[in-house]
């Protein structure tokens, strides 16, 4: 049976049965494609006899071969893998376990201090690495890989993803969705058999197993993993296992450009990154350093709506819009009007341009386990709204401009955040940047930014005047440096944290009191003075509650 004909993640897994090239490796150890298939069939028997078909699991555990073993037998049994993130803590933790109805936790050794204290009824606990975890595997060592049960719509993953407020929405994804996911990027970037994925993103997020896991396994190609992505272990990593492809999130990129330059940084066999989130600076940058290109790519992280790169798309954007993709104004429900530029490159009607991405065509959303509120705030006017800012040029191709909730309104004109940070981004103290809003003490927001780097006032100042398209607005009044950017389990900035905290943290802030154009140290006192209206400070915290990872 070919590939493009296997319609179900077990499918993919029993192809691998009797193919005895290198398939897995992880710290110096290595495993064949075959074994990896036994793995899965071993710990697939021992769940056929311990839950029903449509059970859930937990797994927490960190990228460890045990990771895609047991998403392989979830599979292989009809169960689905609920990603369980460690960086929650106590009741927030079990909310997670409880939420998504799991009968099984799988962990480590590592993590179980994690779960002390923690009321868990009616989960069971198997701890990898131990021996009575060995003992439960032996009598099934002869099983073998059966996908003949498995159906497209069977459930898979429980992955976990979050806006601004409330609790992480769990959401689902079928056997199906991930194999057609997996053959459409192996098809994109022409994967072959004899690729290595490096999977360095934490696998409890849709990243690394839709994006990376996936179409290694639709194409029958290699995985190295990293048990926790190190930007100094990374170029290390990508020779020892000969890598080939990898894919990234939030500011990976940016902490592995700040690794010290070496003469052999292009000596390796990468050829392809693929994630977002990178910037149109920083991915030049890395392919100029190590001869790599970076793709960056949008999804939806429930999978509702997506744009592809192709040749041709002109920098800074994303994609074409394909059929059904339109941007629309959240308030009017009005589609919004192209993009226009200046000969400066700068966005010259961003008020009226910048929407909600909203797909009106076929979208393989499954929904949220046990959320009906939320799926129905997806779920709108025909259209599944994704959360996230765009704008269209005329020609149809779509730039990214954040989240809804990263826009500010600043002197009744709507800013995106994405798009002031690509300007900020040049600045060449700036090792990374994150721009959001703080409130304004009369009506609005005002611009704050983030850089990890080095920052000199009036050079910075400087930097601003010589952007041309920095629009008036845009200009950051506050400014914190810090030492390291504050980032979620996921490599994604912290934004919420960052909100919350404000001009009141504990790092140094550089502003421009109103009417001056250079930037000087905030006192404490200044500070105190900046008196927020009642109103303001409850819309952020309203937005801020309980954040959770970012998507």
């Not at 057609?180 to 994967?191: H, I, K, N, P, W």
């Not at 890598?243 to 450009?257: D, M, S």
């Not at 041309?468 to 400014?479: E, H, N, Q």
Request: charged letters at 25%.
């Amino acid at each position: 049976m070919e590939s493009s004909r296997r319609r179900t993640v077990a499918e993919l897994v029993a192809a691998r049965w009797g193919d005895h090239r290198p398939g897995l490796w992880f710290e110096g150890r290595a495993l064949s494609q075959h074994e990896v298939a036994a793995g899965a069939a071993t710990r697939a028997a021992l769940l056929a006899d311990l839950l029903p078909p449509g059970a859930h699991i937990g797994v927490l555990l960190d990228n460890t071969p045990e990771y895609p073993l047991w998403l392989a037998a979830a599979a292989l049994a009809r169960t689905a893998v609920a990603g369980i993130n460690p960086t929650r803590r106590g009741p927030e933790l079990a909310r997670d376990i409880l939420h998504t109805e799991c009968r099984i936790l799988v962990t480590e050794r590592t993590h179980l201090p994690l779960l002390t204290g923690l009321e868990l009824p009616g989960v069971r606990m198997l701890v990898t690495g131990t021996p009575e975890y060995a003992d439960l595997l032996v009598p099934y060592a002869d099983a073998r890989p059966d996908a003949s049960a498995a159906t497209p719509g069977d459930r898979l993953l429980l992955y976990f993803t979050s806006g601004s407020t409330g609790a992480p929405k769990a959401a689902i994804c079928s056997q199906g969705r991930l194999a057609a996911a997996g053959r459409s990027l192996v098809d994109q970037f022409g994967v072959r058999a004899d690729d290595v994925h490096y999977i360095c993103m934490p696998m409890f997020h849709g990243n690394a197993v839709i994006a990376d896991w996936a179409p290694a396994l639709a194409a029958g190609a290699g995985v190295a993993l990293r048990r926790r992505f190190s930007a100094s272990g990374f170029l290390t990593d990508v020779r020892e296992y000969g890598a080939t492809y990898f894919t990234y999130v939030g500011r990976a990129v940016q902490y592995i450009l700040a690794t010290e330059a070496r003469p052999d940084d292009r000596d390796h066999a990468l050829r392809l990154g693929f994630g977002t989130e990178a910037g149109a600076v920083d991915a030049a940058a890395f392919e100029r350093r190590f001869g790599v290109p970076l793709v960056e790519g949008y999804g939806s992280s429930e999978g509702g709506a997506a744009v592809q790169w192709s040749p041709g798309t002109p920098a800074g954007a994303v994609g074409r819009a394909a059929p059904g993709l339109v941007v629309l104004d959240p308030e009017t429900r009005a589609e919004c009007p192209p993009a226009e530029f200046d000969t400066g490159g700068r966005l010259l009607n961003g008020d009226e341009a910048i929407g909600e991405l909203v797909n009106r065509g076929p979208n393989p959303f499954e929904g949220y386990w046990r959320n009906p509120e939320a799926e129905a705030e997806r779920r709108r006017d025909g259209g599944y709204w994704t959360g996230d800012l765009f704008y269209r040029d005329a020609d149809g191709y779509l730039y990214f401009a954040g989240r809804t909730d990263d826009r500010l309104r600043v002197d009744s004109e709507n800013l995106a955040a994405a798009m002031i940070e690509n300007i900020l981004a040049r600045y060449e103290g700036a090792g990374a940047v994150a721009v959001y809003a703080v409130p304004d003490p009369v009506t609005g927001d005002q611009v704050m930014a983030a850089i990890a780097g080095s920052f000199e006032p009036a050079a910075f100042a400087e930097f601003l005047a010589a952007q041309p398209d920095l629009g008036t607005k845009m200009a950051p009044r506050f400014v914190r440096v810090v030492e390291r950017m504050p980032v979620t389990a996921t490599n994604k900035i912290h934004r919420a944290r960052l909100r919350k905290e404000g001009v009141r943290c504990a790092d140094p802030v550089w502003w421009r009191p109103p009417g001056e154009q250079a930037y000087r140290r905030l006192t404490g006192k200044e500070s105190k003075g900046l008196s927020l209206p009642r109103e303001t400070l409850q819309r952020c915290a309203a937005r801020d509650s309980n954040p959770g990872p970012a998507d």
